[in-house]
């Protein structure tokens, strides 16, 4: 779907103007009723759910070929259960939360209320363009906000059709779409939001936070980073390996919480490679024509990845590649096992974020754990085995945004649990609860009713009930 190119100065006069309608709207209506932000919600649901075919369609056309089925489970799923859990739940989350007043301040009442914070910016990347832009607009959307979504360039398909959608389903001063390239999105995070939040690479996350600085604007970035998958000294071997693979699978590896390199024992490695390879080829069969295979986003990407293995062969390593064919004109690139690796080679310092799978192997679990926190603090963490001695070493020793035990990828489907990364992979969280606390005020409100002892402590100081304080709560 073309879009009409408009000159720079025209595009920053729309940014600028939708931004001023939906800061106007959400000064006459501050505080939208559980009723309208339940009707919101499920508008937005009804929508989703008539229009699966199409979402599955743009976005595969984007990609060059993505599975619907694919698309289904790992986009439109977890995007209405999201929905179905704040609606289930939004109720008790606007709730005011009642507080404790110390003794010495009775009689009084305490609580916080939760207040919209007004205009939310929200980012969305190329990996997930629907997950990614329904997961954050339906939290905001649930803590009563506006909301302006700029999505990827990289996905010029899928992003004019939701453009479209979302039109159709809100005004704009409630939800408003923008598309555009890196030069509409620099422009997009300079705006004074209320809220900004950013889903993308590390070194973007960078500009984003200096831009929204310039405005004070509260930030949360998801981003990514290199998630470590473990396999225990007592781990099942085959299920680990068929739950790794799925992980790495999926999308083709380009999700930010993929496991981007796995920690094998040493005596397992000829076993892992033996395993790893039957268990992709039972996902896969071929690769060439295959409706389930998920091609690389772009030919950028696919260069990318293809000088990760170059370089990596370059410096010594071993490739092990799962099929023989290539085909870079419709970018189906062959999942690889890699060993051998170091850290002087650019898939052991970058995200892969594709179907790479380097493998290291070690003796003891306290050299894998060294291993990690000798480097930034990655989104996910995975853990197989049974030993819980180990199990709970690798949790209390490790900092990651997420962990599975014995499980890739589906804690962020988990809508009870907070989803963020910690350092260089992340500030900040969001689904479900926290995700209405991060785009709400906490508004601490304290009533004071008309008999009040206050009084008691104003100047002169030095009286007897003064004193007959300090004794009693000064200690």
């Known amino acids: 779907m073309d879009q009409p190119i408009l000159s720079s100065e025209v595009q920053d006069a729309f940014l600028e103007q939708i931004f ?87 009689p009084a009442q305490a609580y916080v209320m939760y207040q919209p914070v007004g205009v939310v910016g929200i980012v969305v990347p190329w990996n997930y363009p629907l997950f990614l832009a329904i997961g954050p607009l339906c939290q905001a959307l649930a803590a009563g906000n506006r909301v302006m979504l700029k999505m990827s360039e990289f996905t010029p398909d899928f992003s004019a059709y939701f453009q479209k959608l979302i039109s159709e389903i809100f005004p704009s001063d409630l939800v408003q779409v923008i598309t555009g390239d ?51 000294s007592q781990a099942d071997l085959v299920e680990s390996i068929q739950r790794i693979a799925f992980g790495k699978c999926v999308n083709s590896g380009q999700t930010c919480v993929a496991p981007d390199y796995v920690f094998v024992p040493e005596t397992q490695l000829e076993r892992f490679i033996e395993h790893y390879q039957k268990t992709v080829h039972q996902f896969y069969p071929e690769i060439s024509d295959n409706a389930d295979y998920t091609t690389i986003i772009n030919d950028r990407q696919y260069q990318r990845l293809k000088q990760y293995l170059d370089d990596a062969k370059q410096k010594g390593a071993t490739i092990v590649p799962i099929y023989e064919q290539q085909d870079a004109q419709n970018r189906s690139l062959s999942h690889c096992i890699v060993y051998g690796v170091d850290s002087s080679m650019r898939l052991m310092q970058e995200e892969i974020f594709g179907p790479i799978l380097p493998v290291i ?57 907070p989803f963020g990364g910690i350092g260089s992979s992340g500030i900040g969280h969001y689904h479900g609860y926290e995700g209405f606390l991060t785009f709400s ?35």
């Open 20 to 106: 001023q309608q939906q800061k106007q709207a959400y000064l006459k209506q501050p505080n939208p009723s559980l009723a309208e932000r339940k009707h919101w919600l499920k508008q937005l649901k009804t929508q989703l759910l008539k229009q699966q075919a199409e979402i599955a369609r743009t976005i595969s056309q984007d990609f060059g070929n993505r599975s619907q089925d694919e698309t289904r489970l790992v986009e439109l799923l977890p995007s209405i259960m999201g929905i179905n859990y704040a609606l289930k739940h939004l109720k008790h989350w606007m709730q005011p939360s009642k507080r404790h007043v110390g003794l010495l301040f009775q």
């Open 182 to 232: 890196a030069v509409i999105a620099q422009k997009f995070t300079t705006l004074p939001f209320d809220h900004l939040l950013f889903t993308g690479a590390t070194s973007i996350g960078k500009h984003v936070m200096q831009a929204a600085a310039q405005n004070l604007t509260p930030v949360t970035l998801e981003l990514g980073g290199k998630s470590p998958a473990i396999i225990g």
């Open 361 to 417: 192997t070690y003796k003891k679990i306290e050299d894998v754990v060294d291993h990690i926190n000798l480097h930034p603090r990655p989104l996910a963490l995975y853990y197989f085995g049974t030993q819980q001695q180990e199990q709970q070493y690798v949790l209390t020793h490790t900092h990651s945004g997420g962990v599975c035990l014995n499980e890739t990828l589906v804690h962020v489907g988990q809508d009870d649990m």
């Open 441 to 475: 005020h906490a508004k601490s409100v304290f009533v004071r009713p008309q008999l009040s002892f206050m009084k008691f402590i104003y100047p002169p100081y030095g009286t007897k009930v003064q004193k007959m304080i300090y004794k009693w709560f000064l200690r």
